[in-house]
């Protein structure tokens, strides 16, 4: 194997690094370029909780993430210091938008922030202001937050930095931890299309194509800077064209319950199944929504999880551009999605990474290769590629030189890694391992595994699908150095050709070009590697998981609790209660079902409240443990109506059912107390014992009781 002529090929320092990193595949095979490094894990993800520093390095995302960000400026106002406002910026670029909010794990959906930012619907409304600003060109400071505090002024325009402006206002049963933890949906950096525009990088849009972000890396000031002069754009058109092919996946479906009109968006009964771009069709037991039709494949938009838009093109969807929905139809309409895009990035980083290694990632999303010819940087993908060029025995200078294949401690087949779980907000989380029944036959069914991080995919299919490419690529590990006249001068690295060769017996045997060595004899070395189309085939119905083989945690989320259930209350003659002093007094009995959560159970709390059905204001009755099913509720009125509620409280105080804590509500409760009527005398009989009558009959219980009065006539 030579090392020097590649230099014709790699004249940069830069050129250098993309070469190790892409195509030193001759001396490592393709798979291992991609080979994980667990010592950057921790650098592999977007930030996910609120960083308080001044030195933190800034953020940048691509495709779509649920990321926080740098805590910037904090400050309280009003009487009692009621209000908190927070500065989090996300980004350190202009972003496409801003979605969904989540304070902690409690979602708050961009359909319920109005166009001032004030929350609308769920337990924060009247307690959270959220403002979105994403970094655009003439960005101007938020008015609200300079209109209310001093420190905060015009000159705070945040140029091309996204934050989040948030003004909370402070209650103990809405924040029960204090500050919550502040992540956002975000739909990131706007990317070049060459494809739309050629050579005009200006001209940017939102794209989770890994092509197209792979090519903005490179390009941007954070990256490595490179002008589009010395960008082949021909190749990245074909590299984008490759991660925009749709990829079959196991059918899924959901069924629709609701239909925005005004949105031109429908939820759905599972809200954790699809990705912005995958196709759809639409079926229905009677008539689909006006402007939808059957037997036509649309392309998702997800504004707010679980929340779906239809575009008829791709580029419509990435630009938001929603089918016009008019009416509901009739029926019940199901969804299923039948396929995926083939590559996506979707994922953040900080810009204190080494360059190399962020390419390297983000260059796994798509099983990607950079090379630089002829000083331009060429972009390829994963895929079947075209023949450039048929070599046969008459194009061979010299013998054939066969290169040894992998050693077994370098083989494996199978692989397990991690990608970003769309579902789970894109934290990280292990795919389904994907193994390979000939190799792991040709190994003697001894299991060899290997380790395949994959930090900017978000799919499981597509982590699959990766993985499979993985194994395959690793092995054909066969390498070969053809000694061909000059009419393969032609040839370029990254090129499939194909061979035939009748000493080897070879006919039409393809061969990946990983290096080209123009030698003194004017004659070309080129050094291959075998290449087979079934490396980028996928069969969905056999090759597909659809589901993680285990889940990643059964431990019980703490924000998320239940409440008591089964609320009664009763108020008669059962319920009174006879003082020491003879005094009767009327109570409210209380009962209601345990709530099926153990962090309240043990260590939590039940929290009951009472008033007069006419008041606006709650009293409280003092705390009972978490496991109390009962209790009473003292000093009330006879004859008086009374709205009694039950909540439940975990440990950490975070109350039952956020979006309606007091669900458990009985309303208008007549209280009946002294005011019921005795119980009927029981077991009543009459003897005569010559002149006397001797009445009998069994005690009442009623502690209220003032005596018996009885009656009697002659007959």
Not at 10 to 20: D, E, M, P
Not at 239 to 264: F, H, K, R
Not at 390 to 403: E, H, L, N
Not at 535 to 560: G, H, Q
């Amino acid at each position: 194997m030579v090392a020097e002529p590649v230099s014709i090929f790699l004249a940069t320092t830069f050129g250098q690094i993309i070469f190790s990193i892409a195509i030193s595949v001759a001396l490592t095979l393709i798979s291992q370029a991609l080979a994980p490094k667990p010592k950057r894990q921790k650098e592999k993800q977007g930030r996910k909780q609120v960083v308080r520093s001044s030195i933190e390095p800034h953020q940048v995302t691509y495709g779509e993430d649920v990321i926080s960000g740098l805590l910037s400026f904090a400050e309280t106002s009003g009487d009692n210091n009621e209000f908190v406002h927070l500065i989090i910026t996300t980004n350190g670029h202009e972003i496409s938008a801003m979605n969904d909010v989540y304070f902690n794990n409690n979602i708050i959906p961009a359909t319920s922030i109005d166009g001032s930012g004030d929350v609308q619907v769920g337990p924060y409304t009247g307690h959270s202001r959220i403002k979105k600003h994403l970094g655009q060109s003439g960005q101007v400071a938020d008015a609200d937050l300079v209109s209310e505090l001093s420190n905060w002024t015009s000159a705070h325009v945040g140029n091309s930095r996204a934050y989040l402006y948030l003004r909370m206002k402070w209650n103990n049963d809405i924040f029960p931890t204090g500050l919550p933890n502040i992540r956002v949906g975000t739909k990131g950096k706007k990317v070049w299309d060459p494809r739309l525009d050629p050579g005009a990088p200006a001209t940017k849009a939102f794209s989770n194509n890994a092509a197209l972000c792979q090519l903005d890396y490179i390009m941007s000031s954070f990256g490595f800077n490179i002008p589009v002069g010395e960008i082949h754009e021909a190749s990245w058109i074909a590299a984008a064209n490759t991660c925009d092919q749709q990829v079959p996946t196991l059918a899924t479906a959901a069924g629709m319950v609701n239909i925005n009109l005004s949105a031109d968006t429908v939820t759905v009964d599972d809200t954790e199944l699809w990705l912005s771009g995958d196709v759809i069709r639409l079926t229905t037991t009677g008539t689909l929504p006006a402007g939808l039709s059957l037997a036509t494949d649309y392309y998702l938009i997800i504004d707010s999880k679980g929340s779906y838009g239809f575009a008829l093109t791709l580029a419509n969807a990435r630009a938001g551009t929603k089918v016009n929905i008019t009416d509901i139809g009739s029926g019940n309409h199901t969804l299923t999605r039948n396929s995926e895009l083939r590559y996506t990035i979707n994922g953040s980083f900080q810009v204190d990474t080494s360059p190399a290694d962020i390419l390297q990632d983000l260059l796994s999303a798509s099983f990607g290769t950079m090379t630089f010819q002829q000083g331009q940087f060429k972009g390829y993908t994963a895929g079947i590629t075209a023949v450039s060029k048929s070599i046969a025995d008459d194009d061979f200078m010299d013998t054939i030189q066969v290169i040894t294949r992998p050693s077994r401690s370098e083989l494996f087949n199978k692989v397990r890694g991690t990608y970003n779980k769309a579902d789970d907000n894109n934290v990280t989380s292990d795919f389904a391992p994907i193994s390979v029944a000939l190799a792991l036959s040709e190994d003697n069914d001894v299991e060899l595994t290997t380790d395949l991080p994959l930090p900017y995919t978000n799919s499981n299919s597509m982590a699959q699908r990766i993985a499979l490419i993985h194994i395959l690529k690793h092995r054909q590990g066969m390498v070969v150095q053809l000694p061909l006249k000059i009419s393969a001068f032609g040839t370029a690295v990254w090129d499939v050709v194909d061979v035939t060769n009748s000493i080897l017996g070879w006919t039409n045997k393809k061969f990946r070009t990983l290096e080209w060595e123009l030698r003194d004899d004017s004659s070309i070395l080129l050094t291959c590697q075998e290449e087979d189309d079934a490396s980028y085939t996928w069969v969905a119905a056999t090759d597909e998981i659809l589901v993680d083989t285990a889940p990643d945690t059964n431990l019980p989320d703490p924000f998320d609790v239940n409440a008591p259930t089964n609320l009664v209350v009763t108020s008669g003659a059962d319920e009174l209660f006879l003082k020491l002093d003879g005094t009767v007094v009327s109570r409210i009995h209380a009962a209601w079902t345990l709530p099926a959560t153990e962090f309240v159970i043990a260590g939590g709390r039940i929290e009951l409240e009472y008033k007069k059905s006419v008041d606006s204001a709650w009293r409280k009755v003092p705390p009972l443990q978490g496991n109390s099913t009962e209790e009473f509720i003292w000093d009330v009125e006879d004859g008086v109506l009374y709205d009694i509620r039950v909540r439940s409280v975990n440990s950490l105080g975070v109350a039952s059912d956020t979006s309606d804590p007091w669900a458990q509500t009985v309303s208008n409760h007549f209280v009946e107390g002294k005011s019921a009527l005795p119980a009927n005398v029981t077991g009543f009989s009459a003897q005569q014992n010559g002149n006397v009558i001797v009445l009998r009959w069994s005690q009442v219980a009623d502690i209220d009781l003032a005596g018996y009065e009885i009656r009697f006539t002659q007959i």
